[in-house]
């Protein structure tokens, strides 16, 4: 006797019924599911790109969002901060290292970052083509720049004034940038930029740069070996300097303890703010946690019904198939049996359901993943496998079983002769 052929012919035999709980089933599975690779893969890309950045200095405004625009470049900056005043922060003796950003323009969505080369070093972001940028108007695309726009090296790129597709204006066609390189993916926020130097945003705003005419000499004495750097990495000019601004800067302590004296003196002692990508990000993430944590739980209350739904259709099924049952031990099959039978119906209907929703979530994640990837928000892919399916694996055979165990108890304790008599 093929107990599995006999609880597969059961369960097709009431095709509307299985077809019911494994919908019921796979969609609270599904949920669970996309939750679980959304949280993993969210936190994972927002701590990848505040690794290593221990403060964030910019404007006076609120923290969050001077984090979300100068670490994850998906709100509006809180302002500018000084040249000069960067200058003297970037030399404080808790700094190990301070990266400079200055923001205002994107190309069809995607940021213009102006920087130096040791963003890119940051990421751990190499060429996989062309150079780094040794003069203005050059730029370095990001993957993600590259594969969705089409732009390779020794294309033009005409920028919007502006940080999102949305909110751009005037476009600055006297002043078109050349692509010179293009980053491997990082996975990071770096793979949806465009870089270039600083020095190519200052002169994108001056006054006199739509008028034209004088990038070529810019140009040129950028070049220049021998040009004065301050200690961020950008060229001095003691008369411009004092109308220069950068947008915010990512700093690098010297050691543990000026976590505890940068930031303090930064809020209190000057006009600009620190703020901790650390901190924030767990601020984030908590915040969001809480509408996961509610969606998580009507999941999980699909699958529980599911179970329900489950022990109801086995329950009537042992009612329908009395006499069926009630022959089998006559024609010898023992209580046990029976009893793994019945069982076994409700593992399988199970494990139906719960393959159909590791279908519908991870083909669900996927989709949403490239929706969001258009969005420039975070990488998130459903052709990865995390350990927490396996324990939901685990507990919605836990549920199947439970829910079987009451019918199957049922059919052990049936009595056949009189089964077989009521039936009659």
Known sequence: MNLFKISLAYIYRRKLNTLLNMVLLGLG?????????????FEENLYRNVQDIDVVVGAK???LQLILSSVFHVDVPTGNIPLLE???LAKNRAVAQAIPLALGDNYRGYRIVGTTSEYAKHYRAELIDGTFWDAPYQVVIGARVASVTGLAIGDEVI???????ETASDKHESQPFRVVGVLQPTGSIIDRLLLTSVETVWLVHEPHAEEGGGQDHHMESHADEDIRRDVLGLPMDSEADAE?????????YRSPIAAVSFPRYVNKETKFQAASPAF????LFALLGVGLEVVRVFGGVLVFAAALSIFVALYNAMKDRRYDLAMM??????????FVQVLLEGILLTLMGTGLGFVLGHASTEVIGEWVREAQHINLTGWIILPDEFWLIGLALVLGSVSALIPALQVYRTDVAQTLVEVS
């Open 244 to 252: 220069r601004e950068v947008t915010s800067l990512l700093i690098r």
């Open 29 to 41: 599975t599904g949920i669970v599911v996309v939750l679980l690779l959304f949280g993993e893969q």
């Open 61 to 63: 405004g609120s923290p």
């Open 159 to 165: 920028s919007s004034h502006g940080l999102t597709a």
């Open 280 to 283: 924030e990000t767990t601020r």
């Open 86 to 88: 960067a200058r003297k």
């Open 329 to 338: 031990r006559a024609l010898g099959a023992s209580r046990g049996k029976l």
